[in-house]
């Protein structure tokens, strides 16, 4: 098909020639040279060859009624799928709200919000745009002609004004009841209407492949199809109105968050699928009854705005790379440097900024375009984003209401830039000890000249101490920016740019001098003024009892959510490991996040970037984590055979022993002395009492141990309840764990059992029960 009447071709179409023709009444022996196109089409049906029947289906060949019917649009939008365009349709409800505001529209622009609202359709403009991302637009067409050749997977739309001139056609054809028409087009196409149930395009030779020698595969045509409900369309279902929680999703390391290097915005959109399956399956009373709507998640994206113009940073490590394995090396840059980014004096502050901003900023636009959503919000981080997460939840502030969140939002994360020392104090919170510095006549500038003792001797307490203590390093490093002078390592020497007027500095090694620009060197310098490294206690409250501390967290500024999270969900996460690093070897039991009363650790047994969390809690006891139950109910048949297998390998070893032992005793008859003491007040029934449940409890089953270890309390990071949970690996998966390592880290996004234990967590606080559909 030539450009213009493929999906591709947005460009009108001049009206067709429409001429008719009896395809019946052809001479028996004209050469094969003299026949038309459409005689040559006509043979084809007629003689119902084995080729036509892979061209176009074999339908019921009754005429249909004279009484013609307007055919019945329906809206698609095209999408990019691996180099090509697929066109999908909207569900009814959103395709029957663009159609009502087509009529509706006049010459004035309409938009339509469609897919959730997450999406805004201009209706005369016929483009789609994202609201929450960035995202190019896609063309959005109101369809009602479709084709297929033998190829192609599935139906696809003609342009507009092209199925129009089909419609005005078979209007025609039906209204005067004359079929075996011929539309002729100026681009050489022809579709021949043989009845209101078979229609074909059929292409001229000259636009075939070179290549097609076949004259049966020349004249195959493509099959043309009339309204939606006549083609294999997936029409999806429509979402619910009502939003009763919102999640943000932060990914982890590189651009890419699955095994098919697919980005976090496709990745939400699956979860979020998944999750509206299951609301169906497990929630139908819920659904039935009104009180359960939908769970809207939207994607965070931090990776971008670390590595794009605005740092700079893929310049800078790209002139330093080595040209040797260049597509292993731009792999290992895009992605397994953000680890080391996220423990930069410089990008930790930029990430973290980032995520904040951008989740206030989603929040705000969700609020907007929601205003009668009252639910709670919830956020879940994968691999270095639950890291992320974690950090800035812990150095969230408490607050009483809203005014108090909107204080923290609008106050300067940066008291640098203070002049009086009470400013400086209530902006790091700290206000209480104003009048303890006070009375020793200390301002902003003497105070600037205390170290750890003096304020020691002053009674101030070690985590505000050291709060003070990192201010007067920082404020000491912008004085020296201002001044022009650049803080290098040993070795490193500042030397001025002779390229600029003034006297900026620039970096050099021995006799090799720097050629970035003086508004590089700026940008980069203030980062590392306003966000210098400090891997010094920092107190969080994490670590130990009496009010403690916990170490190695970046010095930074964090900013402030604007709004308290109801639970955090942690997917593969590696905050244990990174915990351990920075030097925290315990967490308090009784600490929770300031903000966030729930926490989830959620991670699949292969996966080779996630830790656990409860043994920094619990070091006493030895927990199993919790098994995340199938979505189908039950555990999963292999582990099911296992767990038996080695049920019965046990029971079989003690029975062996415990007759061995019960037939060695009656041959040598050991007298009472020989027994094992008892303490004192002990009897021996009480002995055997406990030798019996110390027997039980060896060969006690995952399952039992499981259901024991629901009545452990691990802490208050979960409000007392358990935080450790593991998904069951599939049965392939079991056969090689090294195998399916990798992709264990990135199955989280399409894990149906995931998606139902943040289902069940919301729900559950919302008072709606869980039904385990019947198998």
């Not at 159609?99 to 005369?124: F, H, I, W």
């Amino acid at each position: 098909m030539s450009e213009g009447l493929g999906p591709e071709g947005g460009h009108s179409q001049p009206a067709p020639t429409i001429t008719v023709q009896d395809l019946s009444d052809r001479p028996a022996h004209t050469p094969l040279d003299r026949i038309t196109p459409v005689e040559q089409v006509s043979g084809v049906v007629e003689e119902t060859s084995p080729s036509s029947t892979s061209s176009f289906e074999l339908v019921d060949m009754e005429p249909a009624p004279p009484l013609y019917q307007p055919v019945q649009p329906h809206w698609f939008y095209c999408r990019r799928v691996d180099s090509k365009d697929v066109w999908l349709p909207f569900s009814r409800e959103d395709s029957e709200r663009l159609e009502q505001a087509l009529s509706t529209a006049g010459e004035e622009e309409v938009v339509v919000a469609v897919e959730g609202e997450r999406y805004d359709v201009r209706v005369r403009e016929r483009q789609r745009y994202a609201v929450y991302w960035e995202q190019g637009p896609s063309e959005v067409r109101r369809c009602t002609w479709f084709y297929k050749g033998d190829k192609d997977t599935r139906y696809m739309p003609y342009p507009e004004e092209f199925s129009t001139n089909l419609e005005e056609a078979y209007m025609i054809a039906v209204t005067l009841d004359e079929w075996k028409r011929k539309l002729d087009f100026p681009s050489g196409e022809t579709v021949i209407l043989h009845n209101p149930k078979l229609i074909m395009q059929y292409q001229p030779i000259t636009l075939q492949d070179e290549w097609v020698s076949s004259p049966s595969e020349q004249t195959r045509p493509r099959t043309v199809k009339r309204g939606v409900d006549n083609i294999t369309a997936e029409i999806p279902d429509g979402e619910p109105e009502t939003i009763d929680h919102l999640v943000f999703m932060v990914h982890g390391i590189g651009p890419a968050c699955d095994i098919r290097f697919r980005s976090i915005i496709q990745c939400v959109n699956d979860f979020r699928s998944a999750s509206l399956s299951l609301l169906g399956s497990h929630y139908r009373r819920g659904q039935e009854e009104g009180r359960v709507g939908r769970v809207e998640f939207l994607p965070v994206n931090w990776h971008s705005a670390l590595h794009g113009d605005a740092t700079g940073v893929d310049e800078d490590i790209q002139r330093i790379t080595l040209p040797s394995i260049s597509r292993l090396r731009h792999f290992t840059n895009d992605t397994l440097l953000d680890l080391f980014f996220y423990n930069s004096p410089t990008y930790c502050q930029t990430i973290v900024d980032t995520v904040a901003s951008e989740v206030n900023k989603l929040h705000s636009l969700f609020k907007h375009r929601h205003p009668e959503f009252t639910g709670a919000v919830s956020v879940v981080g994968h691999s270095l984003g639950s890291l992320i997460l974690f950090d800035l939840l812990t150095n969230q502030k408490t607050g009483s209401g809203e005014a108090d969140r909107d204080e923290g939002r609008n106050r300067d994360p940066c008291p640098l830039t203070c002049d009086a020392l009470e400013q400086a104090l209530c902006r790091m919170g700290l206000q209480e000890h104003l009048a303890t510095l006070q009375s020793v006549d200390l301002d902003l500038d003497s105070l600037a000249m205390c170290d750890e003792t003096d304020l020691t001797e002053l009674g101030i307490p070690l985590g505000p101490r050291k709060k003070i203590l990192s201010f007067i390093r920082k404020r000491h490093f912008l004085q020296e920016g201002r001044q022009g002078t650049v803080l290098l390592a040993p070795g490193l020497q500042a030397l001025p740019d002779p390229s600029e007027d003034s006297p900026s500095p620039t970096v050099s090694f021995g006799n090799q001098s720097s050629e970035a620009s003086a508004r590089r060197q700026q940008f980069l310098r203030a980062q590392s003024i306003t966000s210098a490294v400090d891997y010094e206690y920092f107190d969080v409250g994490i670590g130990q009892t009496n009010g403690g501390i916990a170490k190695g967290q970046v010095s930074i500024n964090y900013p402030q959510l604007a709004f308290h999270p109801q639970t955090f969900f942690a997917f593969g996460s590696p905050i244990g490991m990174f915990l351990t690093v920075r030097g925290l070897k315990r967490i308090d039991p009784n600490y929770t996040f300031p903000t966030c009363k729930n926490f989830y650790n959620i991670y699949h047994p292969f996966d080779p970037v996630a830790y656990r969390i409860e043994p920094m809690i619990v070091s006493e006891s030895d927990l199993e984590p919790m098994l995340i139950p199938h979505h189908k109910g039950r555990k999963r048949m292999h582990l099911e055979l296992k767990e038996s297998l080695t049920r019965m390998s046990t029971d079989l070893k003690n029975n062996v022993l415990g007759s061995f032992r019960t037939a060695w005793q009656s041959l040598v008859r050991m007298p009472v002395a020989a027994l094992p003491p008892v303490e004192d007040g002990e009897t021996t029934a009480e002995r055997s009492l406990q030798e019996t449940e110390s027997v039980h409890e060896e060969v006690e089953s995952p399952g039992s141990a499981e259901d024991k270890g629901r009545q452990v309390k691990v802490g208050m990071l979960n409000g007392g309840r358990r935080i450790d949970y593991v998904l069951q690996e599939a049965p392939i998966e079991s056969f090689n764990e090294y195998l399916f390592a990798i992709q264990s880290h990135l199955c989280y996004w399409e894990s149906e059992d995931t998606a139902l234990l943040l289902l069940k967590e919301i729900y559950d606080k919302l008072g709606v029960a869980f039904e385990q559909p019947q198998q």
